[in-house]
Structures are given as structure tokens and as C-alpha cells.
């Protein structure tokens, strides 16, 4: 059947359809109106404080509050003070943290996966409920029995008393891992002078504190199995086929690995890199309950500077720009995993 032509040869029009887009506008109308005043009318009004020197008395949007403009953020990077100092040590703590949590629980998380997706385990559905029960455990309660395993008389140190080994003062020791384990406690005059942002080279280069490592610790057995679910779901996605031909091929099983596996958990693997990664630069909950910031500020981390500058200290303007700051952090860093992790055309 042929198609109706209009005058001049070309095909007939077809009827503009413009009541469907007013229908789906209609459709999604809800939605938009909650996002809006739910989460962007919020983020604005927190801009807008973030550019205040409010205090948390009255509304931060009245006449009489004085207005900073830009230095809540500028006294962050370059103001010599303590602002800059405590953000600077927070930036500090959670880069070890980031450097450490998100390889660790991925590398966990891929492991686990591949256990209980192996043919020859049996009982697959306990191990995987014991491996994922840890993620739905709630996060102060398991912060709680933390403290008392890495307390100085607790499991942990007395696992090592058994092997010879004294255990650290976990939340009492400020100095960074690589100064204990090379049992340096003053700095070499080379590392002592000034560093970037007010911080001297020793500082920078300490390492993550005993007390910031048991944090680590939790926060990897906790997430793990979260993305070990992601990582498994993807596992039995990939076809059968493709293994079977790499066998009949003779490839090993560490090759089958790397060339099959791998590249087919890509994209997963992005997302679990992706979301590791901003957890581990909102991470809170756990030094809210186990250290508050300390030993002397080594488990200090962005997320928690903001809260006890705005509800602690009452510098809502400096605490909504250190969150602001460390949302740009987040994209930044986010942009920046995007662009190595990228299809790369050879």
C-alpha cells in the first residue's frame, strides 16, 4: 500500500501529535513538583546560607543577617587559620580513607561475588545472606561493637598479645600508620618546614592514624556486601557461551578471568567504583559514634567538620560551605574516574 503524497510529489504530512507532550508533562508533574521542593528548593536555600555569616538564630534569610558573599569559601584555602587548618587535616584523613576503602571493598566485593557464584559451593543462599547480612545491620550499632573490639584490652589486641605483638592504643594514638610502623616520632628537618594549604610534609604524608584504620576496617565488612550483590548479578549475566568458547580455546582460568570476566563486569565495575567512592567522601555515621573527630583530629573527615562548624560551633555559613566544597569534590572526582574508566578507540 502505497503512502498518500501530498501536492508537489513529497509524502503527506503526518498530524503533530502536541497533546501527547502536555499529557506526559502532566504525567510527571508529581514528581517534578516534590524533587523540586524537596531537594532543589532546599539546595538553593542552602546556597544561599553558605554565602551568609547566619549563626542559627532566626531565619537566615531576614534582612539583619550579614551577608559574607564568597568567604566562607576563600577562608577554606586561603586564610592562614584554624578553618583552614581543620579543613585542610579533614581533606587529609579522607583522602587516605578514600585511598584505602574503596580498592579494599571492591577487591572484597568482586571476591565474595565470585565465591558464591562458583558451581561447586553449596548452600550459595546462606553465604550469600551472611556476606550481605552486614550491610542492612544498622551502622551505629556495629560502630558500638567496634569500640569495644578495638579497645585497648579488646579483641583485636588481645589476638596480637597471643602472636607477641603489643597492640596500639587504638583511639588514643594520633600518630599516622606509616610513622608507627617505621617508629619515627619526630620529623626529619626536610619534612618538618611548611607543605601545601598551611599543613607541614609530615603531616601530609603520615598516613591514616590506628583509629582512622579501624574505621576502615568496619566500613569495608559493612559495604562489601552490598557490592557483592552488584558484582553477582552481573556474574550471572554474562553468557555461558563465552567462558565454554574460551576453554575449548585453552585459556586458563586466570585468563578466562581477565579477558572474559573483566571486560564483561565493566560497566558494574564503574558503578561500584562510582558509589564507593562518594560514600567514602560522606562517611559520618561512624566517626560521629567512634571518635568524634579525634585522636587530635586524625579522624577528622569534611563530612563531619561540616556538622560541628554549623550545629556545634554555630557557623552555619562556613559548615553549608565545606558540604558545597565537598560536593565539588565528589563530581571532580567522579568526572575524573568517568574519564579513565572510559571506552578507549585504538
Given at each position: 500500500?502505497?503512502?498518500?503524497?501530498?501536492?508537489?510529489?513529497?509524502?503527506?504530512?503526518?498530524p503533530?501529535?502536541?497533546?501527547?507532550g502536555?499529557?506526559?508533562w502532566?504525567?510527571?508533574?508529581?514528581?517534578?513538583?516534590?524533587?523540586?521542593?524537596?531537594?532543589?528548593?532546599?539546595?538553593?536555600m542552602?546556597?544561599?546560607?553558605?554565602?551568609?555569616?547566619?549563626?542559627?538564630?532566626?531565619?537566615?534569610?531576614k534582612?539583619?543577617?550579614?551577608?559574607?558573599?564568597?568567604?566562607?569559601?576563600s577562608?577554606?584555602?586561603?586564610?592562614?587559620?584554624?578553618?583552614?587548618?581543620n579543613?585542610?587535616?579533614?581533606?587529609?584523613?579522607?583522602?587516605?580513607?578514600?585511598?584505602?576503602?574503596?580498592?579494599?571493598q571492591?577487591?572484597?566485593?568482586?571476591g565474595l561475588?565470585?565465591?558464591?557464584?562458583?558451581?561447586?559451593?553449596?548452600?550459595?543462599?546462606?553465604?550469600?545472606?551472611?556476606?550481605?547480612?552486614?550491610?542492612?545491620?544498622?551502622?551505629?550499632?556495629?560502630?558500638?561493637?567496634?569500640?569495644?573490639?578495638?579497645?585497648?584490652?579488646?579483641?583485636v589486641?588481645?589476638?596480637?598479645?597471643m602472636?607477641?605483638i603489643?597492640?596500639?592504643?587504638?583511639?588514643?594514638?594520633?600518630?599516622g600508620?606509616?610513622?608507627?610502623?617505621?617508629g619515627?616520632?619526630?620529623?626529619?628537618?626536610?619534612?618538618?618546614?611548611?607543605?601545601?594549604?598551611?599543613?607541614?610534609?609530615w603531616?601530609?604524608?603520615?598516613?591514616?592514624s590506628?583509629?582512622?584504620?579501624?574505621?576502615?576496617?568496619?566500613?569495608?565488612?559493612?559495604?562489601?556486601g552490598?557490592?557483592?550483590?552488584?558484582?553477582?548479578?552481573?556474574?550471572?549475566?554474562?553468557?555461558?557461551?563465552?567462558?565454554?568458547?574460551?576453554t575449548?580455546?585453552?585459556?586458563?582460568r586466570?585468563?578466562?578471568?581477565?579477558?572474559?570476566?573483566?571486560?564483561?563486569?565493566?560497566?558494574?565495575?564503574f558503578?561500584?567504583?562510582?558509589?564507593g567512592?562518594?560514600?567514602?567522601?560522606?562517611?559520618?555515621?561512624?566517626v560521629?559514634v567512634?571518635?568524634q573527630?579525634?585522636?587530635?583530629?586524625?579522624?577528622?573527615?569534611?563530612?563531619?567538620?561540616?556538622?560541628?562548624?554549623?550545629?556545634?560551633?554555630?557557623?552555619?555559613?562556613?559548615?553549608?560551605?565545606?558540604?558545597?566544597?565537598?560536593?565539588?569534590?565528589?563530581?571532580?572526582?567522579?568526572?575524573?574516574?568517568r574519564?579513565?574508566?572510559?571506552?578507549?578507540?585504538?
Open positions: 500500500m502505497t503512502r498518500p503524497r501530498r501536492r508537489g510529489g513529497g509524502p503527506a504530512a503526518t503533530r501529535r502536541g497533546g501527547e502536555l499529557t506526559g502532566l504525567f510527571v508533574a508529581p514528581v517534578v513538583v516534590i524533587l523540586g521542593v524537596f531537594m532543589l528548593l532546599p539546595i538553593l542552602a546556597m544561599w546560607v553558605s554565602l551568609t555569616s547566619w549563626n542559627g538564630q532566626g531565619s537566615p534569610f534582612s539583619g543577617v550579614p551577608f559574607a558573599g564568597l568567604d566562607n569559601y577562608r577554606l584555602f586561603t586564610r592562614d587559620d584554624l578553618a583552614r587548618e579543613f585542610m587535616i579533614s581533606i587529609r584523613n579522607n583522602f587516605y580513607y578514600v585511598a584505602l576503602v574503596v580498592p579494599l571492591t577487591v572484597l566485593a568482586l561475588a565470585l565465591v558464591v557464584n562458583s558451581r561447586l559451593l553449596k548452600g550459595k543462599s546462606l553465604f550469600r545472606t551472611a556476606f550481605y547480612f552486614p550491610s542492612v545491620t544498622s551502622s551505629v550499632a556495629i560502630s558500638v561493637v567496634f569500640l569495644f573490639i578495638f579497645s585497648n584490652s579488646g579483641a589486641n588481645q589476638l596480637l598479645a602472636f607477641g603489643q597492640g596500639p592504643q587504638w583511639f588514643s594514638d594520633p600518630r600508620i606509616i610513622h608507627v610502623l617505621l619515627i616520632d619526630d620529623p626529619p628537618a626536610a619534612l618538618a618546614g611548611d607543605g601545601p594549604f598551611g599543613l607541614s610534609w603531616e601530609w604524608l603520615s598516613g591514616p590506628v583509629a582512622m584504620c579501624a574505621i576502615i576496617a568496619l566500613v569495608v565488612w559493612t559495604t562489601s552490598t557490592f557483592m550483590l552488584m558484582f553477582l548479578a552481573a556474574l550471572q549475566d554474562i553468557p555461558v557461551a563465552l567462558e565454554e568458547a574460551a575449548l580455546d585453552g585459556a586458563r586466570w585468563q578466562r578471568f581477565r579477558y572474559v570476566t573483566l571486560p564483561m563486569l565493566k560497566p558494574t565495575m558503578l561500584v567504583l562510582t558509589l567512592l562518594i560514600g567514602s567522601w560522606q562517611v559520618f555515621d561512624q560521629y567512634m571518635s573527630g579525634n585522636p587530635a583530629k586524625t579522624t577528622l573527615t569534611p563530612a563531619f567538620l561540616s556538622y560541628r562548624t554549623a550545629f556545634r560551633d554555630f557557623d552555619y555559613g562556613a559548615g553549608t560551605a565545606i558540604s558545597f566544597v565537598l560536593f565539588l569534590i565528589i563530581v571532580l572526582l567522579t568526572l575524573f574516574q574519564w579513565v574508566m572510559r571506552e578507549r578507540r585504538g
